[in-house]
């Protein structure tokens, strides 16, 4: 059993930065694939960006590619997101998941385990 705790949503103007951490319980996150999803009001989760078991690869949807980052520590048991250059679109709530399977996945069905969410609103 993994617990996932989000932290450093908030409110921020467009073109500003955000940096979400994502806090896992347990000795064996090392052997996770980790996430990043997000859920705008009214729409669908989505996949944002995942990350590999030691870091080594990393995936983006195309609507935050060379904006954001997913990094890990596996050290410190925390996934990262660094998120550059806000868009208003993505105004969302951000989910950290937690993967058993070896190679990253985009769909949210894969995730075996989910943090509660953190709110990211940017102001136009």
């Known amino acids: 059993q993994v617990q996932l705790i989000e932290s450093g949503g908030g409110l921020v103007q467009a073109g500003g930065s955000l940096r979400l951490s994502c806090a896992a319980s347990?000795?064996?996150?090392?052997?996770?694939?980790m996430g990043w999803f997000r859920q705008a009001p009214g729409k669908e989760r989505e996949f944002v960006a995942a990350?590999?078991?030691?870091?080594?690869?990393?995936y983006y949807t195309d609507a935050v590619e060379g904006r954001f980052t997913i990094s890990r520590d596996n050290a410190r048991n925390t996934v990262y997101l660094q998120m550059n250059s806000l868009k208003p679109e993505d105004t969302a709530v951000y989910y950290c998941a937690a993967d058993r399977s070896v190679v990253p996945q985009r769909r949210s069905y894969a995730y075996d385990y989910w943090g509660q969410g953190t709110q990211v609103t940017v102001s136009s």
């Open positions: 347990g000795p064996t996150f090392s052997s996770y694939v």
């Open positions: 990350i590999s078991r030691n870091g080594g690869a990393t």
